[in-house]
């Protein structure tokens, strides 16, 4: 018995039973991971997935995966556009905000409707914000400053801080550990049942085979055009199935023969076979990260600021993304933090940036007297991109005049050492790209190894902290980008981008770091 009849016995199902279906309804069949039958018409799509979601509660676990599928089930008060500006989602506008930051009112949308009919209302916001805080690690920094609170109406939201939390809508808005507005009544831990208000709703999961979402009739899309994931959201498929497919060159398999619709994280050296296939199209998300360098400012060479910053102008950046990712399509060499129309870009202090400058260097070198002691850097080949800029960072140093020794250890050893200043002078890693500077990277906190801790970056955070003008806080970012590179406590050395790849007749895709199906359809 081959395979097919196997799967399609224990289905209950024939040869003849699949010939009827496939001949009546006129349809393509695919067998996709879990070897479910799946009948592939126009308006359904089976979506190739990393693997399977540690869990459906978009509170319970920070994993991208997890929002990506249940941000199309839950919306949140606020959301992201294509330039990652916060825009009210089922908020009615931007909250009204007091002068001193303290005070937040927010109007919630009208007739909106939960997948159980009822419509939504304040107490489900405040039921689903006090769930956020007490359950996820963003919820729980932003809970530490909420005074109260408390419904003006039906539809009204107040929101009283002790003190200013100028990120408040941004750590709303983000969809990881996302403060998901939910049904008050589908509120249990863990969740039993996924009540949202999204233009899906929730159906079966079989763990290991797939998450299924089918289109709300009910769905009250907002009226402006779609941005980002702002503006009007619309559901052209009638059916989405996220198919767990944990290994890559499979997804990639998938996509060219057509069983999946979409195929999500592929590796880059896969971009020359997709984009030679005429029945796919591959797909960039730019940026989706950023590698970066954590020096130990504590003890040892790099806690002279001098030395920091020559080590600063020895490194050719544009040389390391090119080791890591092979092809300048997919990485770009930026001196700015945050790209263009973002409200954080600027490009404030980047004239240290990407210099591979040995003579000048070496200069800094020899005033700040440095004794030859080798630079510890520590790296991974479980990030093979992470190993491969550590060998061209060698070479930059050695050229400037620095005695270098390479600690190649795998990721969980890695993660240990780091929090021992007596270990390395320099350590690799990366993150995804986030739209607010205090998510990321965690040494402009307080205490992240690196153990960076100067009067001039506490007096610039403080003022960048202290404002909640969105457009005043882009100006303070600068001065604190400014300070990153003059004191040097870690170097970003630029953006790298994702690859994952649509059927060529899927429409409506917009590329963003997570990647969204509404207002996208099947010719």
Same mark, same amino acid.
């Given at each position: 018995?081959?395979?097919l009849? #196997?799967?399609?016995s224990r289905?209950?199902?024939?040869? #003849?039973?699949l010939a009827k279906?496939?001949?009546?309804?006129?349809?393509l069949v695919?067998l996709?991971?879990g070897?479910?039958?799946?009948?592939q018409g126009a308006k359904?799509?089976?979506l190739?997935?990393?693997?399977?979601?540690?869990?459906l509660?978009p509170?319970?676990?920070?994993?991208?995966?997890?929002s990506?599928?249940m941000?199309?089930?839950?919306e949140?008060?606020?959301?992201?556009?294509?330039? /990652?500006?916060?825009?009210?989602m089922?908020?009615v506008a931007?909250p009204?905000?007091? =002068?001193d930051?303290?005070?937040?009112?927010?109007?919630?949308r009208?007739?909106v409707?939960?997948?159980?009919?009822?419509?939504l209302?304040v107490e489900?916001?405040?039921a689903?914000?006090?769930? @956020?805080i007490?359950?996820?690690?963003r919820?729980?920094s932003v809970g530490?400053?909420?005074?109260?609170?408390?419904?003006?109406g039906t539809?009204g /939201?107040?929101?009283?801080l002790k003190?200013?939390?100028p990120?408040?809508?941004?750590?709303?808005a983000?969809?990881s550990g996302? &403060?998901a507005?939910?049904?008050?009544e589908?509120?249990?831990n863990p969740?039993v049942s !996924?009540?949202?208000t999204?233009?899906y709703?929730f159906?079966? #999961?079989k763990?290991?085979?797939y998450?299924?979402?089918t289109k709300?009739?009910?769905?009250a =899309? #907002?009226s402006?055009p =779609?941005?980002?994931?702002a503006g009007k959201?619309?559901?052209k498929?009638?059916?989405l199935r996220?198919?767990p497919v944990?290994?890559?060159n499979?997804?990639v398999?998938g996509?060219?023969?057509?069983?999946?619709q979409?195929a999500?994280?592929?590796?880059v050296?896969?971009y020359k076979r997709i984009a030679?296939?005429?029945?796919?199209k591959?797909v960039?998300?730019?940026?989706?990260? !950023?590698?970066?360098?954590?020096?130990?400012?504590?003890?040892?060479?790099?806690?002279?600021k001098?030395?920091?910053?020559?080590y600063?102008?020895?490194?050719?950046?544009t040389?390391?993304?090119m080791?890591?990712?092979?092809?300048?399509?997919?990485?770009k060499?930026?001196?700015?933090?945050f790209p263009k129309?973002s409200?954080f870009?600027?490009?404030a202090g980047?004239a240290v940036?990407?210099?591979?400058?040995a003579?000048?260097a070496k200069?800094l070198?020899?005033?700040?007297?440095y004794d030859g002691?080798p630079i510890?850097?520590?790296?991974? +080949?479980?990030?093979e !991109?992470h190993?491969r800029m550590a060998l061209?960072?060698?070479?930059?140093?050695?050229?400037a005049? !620095?005695?270098?020794?390479?600690?190649v250890v795998?990721?969980?050893?890695l993660?240990q050492r780091?929090?021992?200043?007596?270990v390395?002078?320099?350590y690799v890693?990366?993150?995804?790209?986030?739209p607010e500077?205090?998510l990321?990277p965690?040494q402009?906190?307080?205490g992240?190894p690196? @153990? @960076?801790?100067?009067?001039?970056?506490?007096a610039?955070?403080a003022?960048?902290?202290a404002? *909640?003008d969105?457009?005043?806080?882009?100006?303070?970012?600068g001065?604190?980008q400014?300070i990153?590179y003059d004191?040097v406590p870690?170097i970003r050395v630029?953006?790298f981008a994702?690859?994952c790849a649509t *059927?060529? +007749?899927m429409t409506?895709?917009?590329?963003m770091p997570?990647?969204?199906?509404w207002?996208?359809?099947l &010719?």
């Amino acid at each position: 018995m081959s395979d097919l009849d #196997r799967e399609l016995s224990r289905q209950g199902w024939s040869r #003849r039973d699949l010939a009827k279906f496939i001949a009546g309804a006129g349809m393509l069949v695919t067998l996709p991971a879990g070897n479910r039958v799946f009948a592939q018409g126009a308006k359904s799509a089976n979506l190739a997935m990393i693997g399977e979601p540690q869990s459906l509660d978009p509170m319970a676990s920070t994993a991208d995966l997890v929002s990506t599928i249940m941000m199309h089930v839950y919306e949140s008060l606020y959301t992201f556009d294509k330039d /990652l500006n916060a825009q009210p989602m089922l908020a009615v506008a931007m909250p009204k905000v007091s =002068a001193d930051g303290k005070l937040y009112e927010i109007e919630i949308r009208k007739g909106v409707k939960l997948h159980n009919g009822r419509e939504l209302d304040v107490e489900d916001v405040i039921a689903s914000l006090k769930r @956020w805080i007490e359950m996820t690690p963003r919820g729980k920094s932003v809970g530490a400053s909420v005074d109260k609170m408390e419904a003006k109406g039906t539809h009204g /939201l107040i929101i009283a801080l002790k003190n200013p939390v100028p990120a408040l809508l941004t750590h709303m808005a983000l969809p990881s550990g996302y &403060a998901a507005i939910m049904a008050k009544e589908s509120i249990a831990n863990p969740l039993v049942s !996924f009540i949202g208000t999204g233009p899906y709703k929730f159906v079966e #999961r079989k763990p290991d085979q797939y998450v299924i979402l089918t289109k709300f009739d009910d769905y009250a =899309a #907002r009226s402006e055009p =779609a941005n980002g994931y702002a503006g009007k959201r619309e559901a052209k498929i009638a059916e989405l199935r996220f198919i767990p497919v944990p290994n890559a060159n499979t997804r990639v398999e998938g996509i060219v023969a057509g069983q999946y619709q979409f195929a999500d994280q592929l590796p880059v050296e896969s971009y020359k076979r997709i984009a030679a296939t005429s029945s796919v199209k591959p797909v960039l998300v730019m940026p989706y990260g !950023f590698p970066y360098f954590v020096l130990n400012t504590k003890q040892g060479p790099f806690a002279d600021k001098k030395i920091r910053q020559a080590y600063q102008l020895a490194l050719n950046d544009t040389e390391m993304m090119m080791a890591a990712f092979g092809d300048d399509k997919f990485f770009k060499a930026t001196a700015a933090h945050f790209p263009k129309g973002s409200p954080f870009h600027s490009e404030a202090g980047g004239a240290v940036y990407n210099k591979g400058d040995a003579a000048a260097a070496k200069k800094l070198l020899a005033e700040a007297k440095y004794d030859g002691s080798p630079i510890r850097i520590l790296n991974s +080949k479980q990030y093979e !991109f992470h190993n491969r800029m550590a060998l061209v960072m060698a070479e930059n140093l050695k050229e400037a005049g !620095f005695k270098v020794q390479l600690d190649v250890v795998d990721w969980a050893t890695l993660v240990q050492r780091r929090a021992d200043p007596a270990v390395y002078d320099v350590y690799v890693t990366h993150s995804t790209f986030l739209p607010e500077p205090m998510l990321s990277p965690p040494q402009l906190g307080d205490g992240a190894p690196g @153990w @960076w801790d100067t009067p001039t970056k506490k007096a610039a955070l403080a003022a960048f902290n202290a404002e *909640s003008d969105p457009v005043k806080r882009g100006a303070l970012w600068g001065k604190v980008q400014e300070i990153i590179y003059d004191e040097v406590p870690y170097i970003r050395v630029g953006d790298f981008a994702a690859l994952c790849a649509t *059927s060529a +007749k899927m429409t409506g895709f917009v590329p963003m770091p997570s990647p969204a199906f509404w207002n996208v359809d099947l &010719a």
